[in-house]
């Protein structure tokens, strides 16, 4: 959340929220209001950040690491199944089925036989045309 940066971008520079609030045109009230529903303008996070002498993009630091984190396990899982795909369709087995959770991750997948096994060095140039297990 951005107001959980705020407050500690305040607490780095030994300013209390109120001073805070002063100096971008809010109530002391007005401010802690936004802090607690975490809503704020553009232009007034400009300004924040421009009091507090940090680059705007830096307000959403926590943000940008959270979103990077997520990006890490969905690559990291895409490299583990892209891993099975090759291994699998070289012993003559195809990926055919995917499980889900309730966030829509993938929790499992299935393989079926291929019409025919294909070699590692042809891996990349054929369809996987594969016939599914029953």
């Known amino acids: 959340m951005i107001s959980n940066k705020i407050k500690e971008l305040i607490d780095d520079k030994r300013m209390s929220i109120k001073e805070l609030a002063e100096k971008i045109g809010y109530t002391d009230v007005g401010f802690r209001k936004a802090l607690f529903k975490d809503d704020f303008k553009l232009s007034t996070l400009n300004k924040i950040a421009d009091i507090l002498e940090i680059e705007f993009i830096d307000l959403f630091e926590d943000e940008i690491n959270d979103y990077y984190d997520e990006y890490s396990k969905i690559e990291n899982q895409i490299n583990n199944l892209q891993t099975s795909i090759r291994k699998?369709?070289?012993?003559g087995k195809a990926l055919i089925d995917f499980s889900y959770d309730d966030d829509k991750n993938i929790v499992d997948y299935?393989?079926?036989?291929l019409k025919e096994p294909i070699s590692e060095a042809y891996y990349?140039?054929?369809?996987?045309?594969?016939?599914k297990k029953k």
């Open 124 to 131: 990349n140039k054929k369809d996987l045309l594969f016939k």
């Open 110 to 113: 299935d393989f079926g036989e």
């Open 88 to 91: 699998y369709a070289i012993l």
